[in-house]
Structures are given as C-alpha cells and as structure tokens.
C-alpha cells in the first residue's frame, strides 16, 4: 500500500517493479492482492483535480487470506 501513496508524475508507470498478471479485462491484478474486483468503467466526471468513476463490477475473486490494510486519514482537505 505505502509504493501506492506516493506521489507519481504523470504517465509514470505505477506498476513498476510490481509483479502482476492480467486479468480478462486487461487490467492488472497485483500478485500480493487478497484479493480483486475487475469492473467496467461505466462513467466519469471531472472533479477538480481528480476524476470520479462510476464502474460496474463484473467479475472478482479471492487469492488469499489474510488481514485487509487501511488507510485512515484525520480530514480530506490535504494528501
């Protein structure tokens, strides 16, 4: 989770280094995952500086068990 909070510049790969495999989709579904969700982008709104996507989800699994992780902030007014 702490490689995915760090800021990345733009078109930079985010799954560098990160082993993966693909998913029927196409997307990626990260090796240590617990598991995934494929879904399906179904519409996305421009929200300022980030996009919010309304996506269906299709198809998804389970790869292990295991404790989930977190990420708890105290405001959303800063990252």
Known sequence: MKHFLKPFTPG???FANIETTKAENGGPILAEALAY???RVEQRMECG???L???IAE???VLHQGLTAIHHRKSGSYY
């Open 12 to 14: 930079e790969d985010r």
């Open 37 to 39: 969700l494929e879904c």
């Open 49 to 51: 500086d980030h996009w």
């Open 53 to 55: 996507l309304y996506a």
């Open 59 to 61: 198809k998804s699994k």
